[in-house]
Each structure stands twice: as C-alpha cells, then as structure tokens.
T-cell receptor, first 111, second 114 residues
C-alpha cells in the first residue's frame, strides 16, 4: 500500500466546474506538498501546508492533520488547469529527508 | 538563474550501453534528488544527496549509480542499460532539510532503452 494515495486517478470536467482532488497519507507528517505537472512534463510546487487552508488564485488546498487527509480545490476551472496534480509527503530517514509521492490525478478541463 | 537543468533532454540507448545524466542547479541547494516517472506509478526516488560528496539510496536504486563531486551537480549513471530503465527521469533540488522546503524540478530526460 502506498504511503500517499490520491483520488480520483482521472478527472474530466467542463470549464467553470468546481474540482476537488483528494489525498490521504499513512505516515506522520508535519507538512504536505501539492505539485502540478504540466502537459509538457514540467513539475512545479503549488502548496506546502501543515494546517488549515491555503489559497493561491483559484486554487485552494486544505489539510486535516488528525485525519491524515488533504484536498486540492480548483474554483471556476479552465482548460489551462488541465494537468497532473500530485500530492507528496515528507519522510525523514537517517540519511536525510525526501518526499514520497502519490500517483497523481490527471485533470482534463474541456471548454 | 537557470534553476535546475538536465542534460540531455532525450536519449535512445541499446541494451547494455552506458550513459550519464547530468543535473545542475545554480541555487546553492544542499539536497539533490533523482526520480524516475513511469505511467501509473508516480515519481519514485532513485538516489539522493544531502550535500557535496554524499549519496544515499532511494526506493529503486538498482542499476543506477550517482555521484555528487560538486555541490551544484548531481550525476546519474546507468552502467548497463536495460529496457526496464525506459522512463522519464527528473532531477530536483531543495535548499536543505525541512518539511516546508520547496523542491525545484528539472525539465526531465526521456530515456528509451531498446
């Protein structure tokens, strides 16, 4: 079982719809990362959060540390939001720290 | 700043050939990572480094070697390529340890092993 699991794996929406992507994790963490992978392949960091909610434009990320669950919401979705969205949890090891990733959610927003 | 760059962007190898992928960052980051991304499996860590001269194994290290002789560069080597190593390889760097430190990713290298 993956330490980080996302749902759904694929999501198709119509432009303007409200979108929710979910992330559950089994490890104890102090912060969760959300990343976006563009159709061209580039990966960028969207959010890092440890509690409550963060907002950046039309993107909102929430987290409940006790329930080990996070959600990424997109309001008024647009075709340019089409991408793979990935959540990741930091893991600490004796040799250093690293991220463990969910499999990603492929989002397609149709005009 | 160029950020994180990877060389080459594409490569086709025959089984048994060797090659080295270069990752370079100009942000003076301590930590660097090599990942592979395969359909349906997400990003998996191959090796990482927490500083110049150090390396550590990740989740899928077999068949790969790495070196971090200079702080800004992290090399990934395939000594004898196999078709199972066909993948997209991403390098990333982080300022240092800490759950809140953002990972900066390179553009990826698409490798095909025939």
């Amino acid at each position: 079982k993956n330490e980080v699991e996302q749902s759904p794996q694929n999501l198709t929406a119509q432009e303007g719809e409200f979108i929710t992507i979910n992330c559950s994790y089994s490890v104890g963490i102090s912060a969760l990362h959300w990343l976006q992978q563009h159709p061209g392949g580039g990966i960028v960091s969207l959010f890092m959060l440890s509690s409550g909610k963060k907002k950046h434009g039309r993107l909102i990320a929430t987290i409940n540390i006790q329930e080990k669950h996070s959600s990424l919401h997109i309001t008024a979705s647009h075709p340019r939001d089409s991408a793979v969205y990935i959540c990741a949890a930091p893991l600490w090891e004796t040799s250093g720290s690293r991220l463990t990733f969910g499999e990603g959610t492929q989002l397609t927003v149709n005009p | 700043n160029a950020g994180v760059t990877q060389t080459p962007k594409f490569r086709v190898l025959k089984t048994g050939q060797s090659m080295t992928l270069l990752c370079a960052q100009d942000m003076n980051h301590e930590y660097m990572y090599w990942y592979r991304q395969d359909p349906g499996m997400g990003l998996r860590l191959i090796h990482y480094s927490v500083g110049e001269g150090t390396t550590a194994k990740g989740e899928v290290p077999d068949g790969y070697n790495v070196s971090r002789l200079k702080k800004q560069n992290f090399l990934l080597g395939l000594e004898s390529a196999a078709p199972s190593q066909t993948s997209v390889y991403f390098c990333a760097s982080v300022k240092g340890p800490g759950s809140y430190n953002e990972q900066f990713f390179g553009p990826g290298t698409r490798l095909t092993v025939l």
